[in-house]
């Protein structure tokens, strides 16, 4: 059973450059949601999809964005890149929105430069 | 706004022996769920524990088990007979249990464990 997978696992990038992050959950999840882990940091809440929709919002500007697809992976979609944009971007999937527990992917590493 | 502390930045533990790891939150909310997970530097988040706060039971997974104090808002983790895999960043999280729209995870900054041989 695979698990949660993320693509790519690095990516350099430079300021004011667009990236698109993209993750498959585990099999028989069908949200995702997207956390933004800076360098010795808890991860940060973005955004959640379920049932191809956004669900909720953390405290992040415009220029993240997402989208899921209706085999229920996703993709995080950074605009305009800032050199604060630099993280470790985490996926989780869980088999209900509502359900207590989430899995992680093993993440992307982003590099503004 | 539920917030997760965890003071401790690091800790050190001898193989073996046994190490409590601390967190603190602070919400509104009366029922929640709590975990801790453990992020080695393969970057994987594992899932170590997880504790529903309507539960009086302290959650046990084999070595891992926690310390939970309603009333204090505070939850520990405890790792009995440390060893060497288990040297990794341990975070803290809370997640209410409303339905809906409060699925997301609140995690603290992280404490890093090291285990000595």
């Known amino acids: 059973d695979a698990g949660v997978t993320q693509s790519p696992t690095h990516l350099i990038k430079t300021r004011g450059q667009q990236v698109t992050l993209r993750c498959s959950p585990k099999?028989?999840?069908?949200?995702v949601s997207w956390y933004q882990q800076a360098l010795g940091q808890g991860p940060q809440f973005i955004f959640q999809?379920?049932?191809?929709?956004?669900?909720q919002r953390g405290n992040f500007p415009d220029r993240f964005s997402g989208h899921q697809f209706p085999n229920y992976s996703s993709e995080l979609n950074v605009n305009a890149l800032l050199l604060g944009d630099s993280a470790l971007y985490l996926c989780?999937?869980?088999?209900?929105?509502?359900?207590?527990?989430?899995?992680f992917g093993p993440g992307t590493r982003l590099t503004v430069l | 706004a539920q917030t997760v502390t965890q003071s401790q930045p690091e800790m050190s533990v001898q193989e073996a022996e046994t190490v409590t790891l601390s967190c603190t939150y602070d919400?509104?909310?009366?029922?929640?769920?709590l975990f801790w997970y453990k992020q080695p530097p393969s970057r994987q988040m594992i899932l170590v524990i997880r504790?529903?706060?309507?539960?009086?039971q302290n959650a046990t997974e084999n070595r891992f088990s926690v310390n939970f104090q309603k009333a204090a808002k505070s939850f520990s983790l405890k790792i009995s007979d440390s060893q060497l895999g288990d040297a990794a960043m341990y975070f803290c999280?809370?997640?209410?249990?409303?339905?809906?729209?409060?699925?997301?995870?609140?995690f603290g900054k992280g404490i890093t464990l090291s285990v000595r041989p």
């Open positions: 989780a999937s869980s088999w209900d929105r509502d359900t207590d527990t989430q899995y």
């Open positions: 099999s028989g999840h069908d949200t």
């Open positions: 999809y379920y049932e191809e929709e956004e669900r």
């Open positions: 919400t509104s909310e009366s029922d929640y769920y």
């Open positions: 504790q529903e706060a309507y539960k009086q």
């Open positions: 999280a809370y997640r209410s249990i409303k339905r809906g729209a409060n699925s997301k995870l609140t």
